[in-house]
């Protein structure tokens, strides 16, 4: 019977142990798998328990013009914040930071006041704010540094470029398209909690920089882009009108040199600006492109030999009755050839041309030439326009059409599409951002010139750009877009605008446009003037035209293109006296010539010449001269062949060569 006792207390012993050693086997696993494998997780997690982060603006990459000059920086800057335990007196500190963020003691000592431990102040401030902060040398009130986002040159390219939240997330232009390229890693600081979650101070504090982005290269110059912002500016203004757009760009590769929108912002406090102030109009809006629509209209008409340069057609004395409507045109034509048409801008011949050629094959070509479909180019809020299915064409749309009336365009289509003739007939794909790089150097997206289709045969489009330079020619409508020394192949444009209330065509309001290419014989750049209802005059050939000549001829002389054809002289502004006879010879030189009168000098043309030469010129009649910038003159002060004294107030405007 012991024997038996004796031997179940062995088996309950072995029982127990073995127990023991399997619960301390699993407590051995388990701690093995806790502090090994699952070290990292573990830690983590002790971390977000202990530690609290607090994120910091990320940097972005530089966006740079085509000649390397930055458009948009992301700089260092002090951002303040506090921790509210260290501070001993927060309504005297509220009252002494106050007065210098200007905000009130009230709304600071609140904030100081709450639950948290970690405050920010005022991120983003300025150099001198920030250092008499610094002076006052409170506890508990600290600094990081953050970036901010800086737009060196104003509201040059501002609608290209776009701008950024304090995030700093890209909100329009090619700061949203390329946001996430362009935006880097978020640095954060790291505050201590306690075991309750309360934050505790900073000491010791943990920063990790936040790095940079990659950087954009347009193709935009900003010298050219400045012209076109100039010369738009001086259009609507000059014609009274509610805005405009200006685009210039290379027809042989789809590249975009410039574009510009009036009313322009200014990135760097785009908060202050309305709304319609910050749309890029250039390809967010449409509107009928008028006249200007006759070029296609006549381009398809050749391809499909549905009739001939030498052609004419009756323009039926400026008034023609079809689908129940009657079309007019300015002025009474009678016979005009095909050329004509175009050189004249007859509605009536244009209508015409419309009903030989047909609503399919017509359609079939404007769809050719991009119209109804977005370009694609980078950039964000782009529209297609408006163009119904020839299916859908009753009564008179087909001669509407013709002559660019019911059908809606944007700015860069008709850019683009006008290209396509200035190239030999092949539609590029435009575009404004030409490569992406890391901070490296290393290239990260490059773009290329792409064909997208070829809408015509480069015999039409020769044809073509022959007739359109008949516009600028005497007796044709663009004539104010001619550039002297310079071959001109262009179009104006006049619409009628749809009221919003009515949804008929207003009485009043216009949209007039000049479009064309120079020089015609191997064009460098393709010029849009669009400006949206003029007060002066409603004809494209009289607002926009002007602005195409500038444009053209001041990035012309920056381009250092040189001059085709004879330069005209100069002639003497409507009821000047005819000139004094020469006391004495004239002064010959390289860059012009002064003539002497009783009244002074003539001012030469300075245009597409060096410092030194207009400093050479001037300096022979020790006459004063202030240079604005470097490069080569664009612009001047007073305008060649007016008269200048030694006391005149004369200045030359320089842009770096190309």
């Known amino acids: 019977m012991r024997d038996d ?35 990292d997780t573990w830690v983590k997690l002790a971390g977000r328990q202990h530690q609290k982060i607090v994120p910091l603006t990320p940097a972005r990459g530089t966006i740079y013009d085509s000649t390397g000059a930055s458009l948009a920086v992301s700089i260092e800057m002090d951002s303040c914040f506090a921790e509210p335990d260290g501070i001993e007196n927060i309504p005297e500190v509220a009252a002494r930071l106050a ?73 329009e232009g090619v700061e949203l398209k390329y946001n996430s390229m362009m935006l880097g890693n978020t640095g954060y600081l790291v505050t201590e909690r306690d075991a309750l979650g309360r934050d505790i101070a900073l000491k010791g504090q943990v920063v990790k920089k936040s790095s940079k982005g990659a950087n954009v290269f347009l193709t935009v110059d900003k010298n050219i882009q400045y012209i076109a912002e100039k010369e738009l500016t001086k259009a609507v203004t000059g014609s009274r009108a509610t805005a405009g757009i200006a685009l210039v760009m290379e027809p042989q590769t789809g590249k975009i040199l410039a574009m510009a929108n009036y009313p322009s912002f200014n990135p760097n ?21 008028g006249s200007t629509f006759k070029v296609f209209l006549i381009a398809a008409a050749l391809e499909e030999k549905v ?5 004419t057609l009756n323009c039926e004395g400026g008034s023609y009755a079809v689908g129940g409507r009657t079309i007019h045109d300015t002025h009474k034509y009678g016979s005009l050839k ?26 079939s070509y404007l769809k050719g030439f991009g119209f109804g479909d977005r370009t694609e180019i980078d950039l964000p809020g782009e529209v297609t326009g408006y163009l119904r299915d020839n299916s859908q064409w009753y009564g008179i749309d087909l001669a509407t059409i013709s002559f660019g009336q019911g059908i809606s365009l944007s700015a860069i289509q008709l850019a683009t599409a006008v290209s396509a003739v200035a190239n030999g007939g092949n539609l590029m794909k435009p575009y404004i951002v030409d490569r992406v790089s890391d901070n490296n150097g290393t290239i990260l997206q490059q773009s290329y010139p792409q064909i997208r289709r070829r809408v015509i045969s480069q015999k039409t489009a020769s044809t073509i750009a022959k007739m359109m330079e008949g516009v600028t020619d005497e007796g044709g409508t663009g004539t104010k877009a001619s550039v002297d020394g310079f071959t001109v192949a262009g179009k104006t444009g006049t619409a009628q605008k749809v009221d919003p209330l009515t949804r008929r065509y207003s009485a009043s309001k216009r949209t007039a446009s000049f479009v064309g290419f120079v020089p015609v014989e191997q064009p460098r750049l393709t010029i849009l003037v669009v400006i949206d209802e003029p007060k002066t005059s409603s004809y494209g ?50 860059e012009g010539t002064f003539e002497l009168g009783d009244e002074g000098y003539a001012m030469p043309d300075f245009r597409g010449k060096s410092m030194r030469q207009v400093l050479r010129v001037m300096g022979k009649r020790d006459l004063n001269v202030k240079l604005i910038g470097s490069g080569r003159a664009v612009e001047q002060n007073p305008q060649p062949g007016q008269k200048i004294k030694v006391s005149d107030q004369v200045w030359v405007r320089f842009v770096p060569s190309a």
Not at 15 to 36: E, K, P
Not at 272 to 285: E, K, S
Request: net charge positive; with cysteine.
């Open 5 to 39: 006792r004796e031997k179940w207390a062995r088996i309950r012993i072995r029982i127990v142990g073995t127990v023991f050693a399997g619960v301390f086997v699993l407590v051995a696993a388990r701690a093995f798998y806790l502090q090994i494998v699952k070290k």
């Open 99 to 171: 007065p210098l963020l200007n905000i009130s003691k009230q709304e600071l000592e609140k904030k100081l006041k709450g639950s948290k431990n970690f405050v920010w102040v005022q991120r983003h401030l300025a150099p001198d704010l920030a250092k008499k902060i610094k002076d006052l040398g409170i506890d508990g009130i600290g600094f990081v540094k953050e970036t901010r986002r800086f737009y060196p040159n104003s509201e040059v390219a501002a609608h290209v470029v776009g701008f950024t939240g304090l995030d700093p997330q890209g909100l």
């Open 269 to 289: 406090a785009y908060r202050h600006y309305a709304p319609q102030c910050l749309r890029n109009r250039a390809v967010a809006d449409s509107f009928e492109p």
């Open 307 to 311: 009739v001939s340069q030498n052609d």
């Open 338 to 363: 095909i050329s004509e048409v175009l050189k004249y801008s007859s509605n009536i011949g244009a209508a015409k041309i419309g009903a030989k050629l047909g609503p399919q094959r017509l359609f």
């Open 541 to 590: 050939g009289v607002v926009a035209a002007p602005a195409f000549s500038e444009i053209a001829m001041q990035s012309l002389c920056y381009l250092k293109a040189p001059p085709g054809k004879p330069l005209k002289a100069k002639a003497q502004p409507p009821g000047s006296p005819l000139p004094p006879p020469k006391v004495q010879p004239a002064l010959q030189a390289e």
